[in-house]
């Protein structure tokens, strides 16, 4: 692991997700930007002190030089960080699992998917959402027909932490997260309007067409947008509405996803993860539970626990760590990944939600809020 020391926020979620299933010991990492600091982590990690390293250089220089080197490495440091880190490592072999968005800006995104796709080298993009059984089951169901066509997705991130200025006040997630150097050009659209993006899509299987976007900043002196509607036209005609916002005071963590077709509509709050709300044309409500026998098998394989004992956001995060562990396991011996190991986020994926805040931006930083297709999609 590269970034994820002490007081960080994602990294000990990659730490527990990673072990849940045993697919994945933590053997080696540099975990923080102060080498010394980084290096006293790792120890009390219980890591060898050999490999418990001050900076990625010497991770890659150190892992590379053992006959037992590291199979992957996960990049849980701030934006800006992951493209040096993930080209380093991706150069030196190694196979890589990255935080989103994938890079702070579209050329670093644009040359970090290149350099994946010509090297091989596997490269995960932790778009949380995905890895929910119900998500894939919604998929499932949306590519089978259940809902017929999709006419419009309505996807929203709101999220609360934000709401005051608490970047001046030392909050280290927040102080990154506001300055455009370190964590891009968009605030709230790009932390987690990546997330709903990408979500929508995925269970869709729907492609942008092009979007506008409107950017607001609502709290004093901050450089970025900490609130983005923006309105989405696929291919094929359906229509996408996208909310983010960290200041929506009342919403811990309020991902909700809802999809209406020609026959039906389907509703997933990230809240309630184990419950699936389906709606048929001219039919009742119907709750689908995560668990029940007759689920399909991505989301069987992605489920642990039968229905009424909850599973919820480590569990999800364990399907992404799961699912990297098979694809990789099963590129290596030459065959075709198990259901686990399919429907994975990778670079392209990552480069996608780079494209699109860029388009984000783009859109509304134009006087007439111009349609913008994005450069990948
Ligand atoms: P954080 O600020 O809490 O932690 C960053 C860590 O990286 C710190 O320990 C810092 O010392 C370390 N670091 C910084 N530069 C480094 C370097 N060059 N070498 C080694 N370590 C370095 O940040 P947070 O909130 O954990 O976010 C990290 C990344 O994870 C971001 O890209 C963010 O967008 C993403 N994230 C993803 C989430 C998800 O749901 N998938 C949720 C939260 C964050």
Redesign the pocket.
Known sequence: M??????????N?HRLASRLDGQWQLVAG?????PA??RDFAIAQGLDPARSYG??QELIAGEAAREDPVDAVAI????F??YP?AKALIEAGFEVIC???LTATLADAVALEALARESGRFVGV???YSGYPLVHEARVRIARGEIGDVRTVQVEYPLEWMSAPIEKAGN??AA??TDPLKNGRGGSIG?IGT?AYHLAGFVTGLKLESLTADLATFVEGRALDDNAHVLLRYQGGARGLLWSSQVAIGNSNGVRLRVFGSKGSFQWYQEQPNELIYTPLDGRVQVIKRGSADLSEDAAARTRTPPGHPEGYLEA?ANLYLGFAEAIRARREGREPGPAGRNLPLAYDGLKGVAFVEAVVDSAEAEDQPWITPVAV
């Open positions: 590269v970034g994820g020391g002490q007081g960080a926020y994602i990294g979620i540099a975990f923080d930007v102060d600091r980084g900076t990625y849980c440091t701030p934006n960080t992951h880190i935080e989103k968005p932790t778009y949380t280290q997630q990154w997260r932390d997330h995060f």
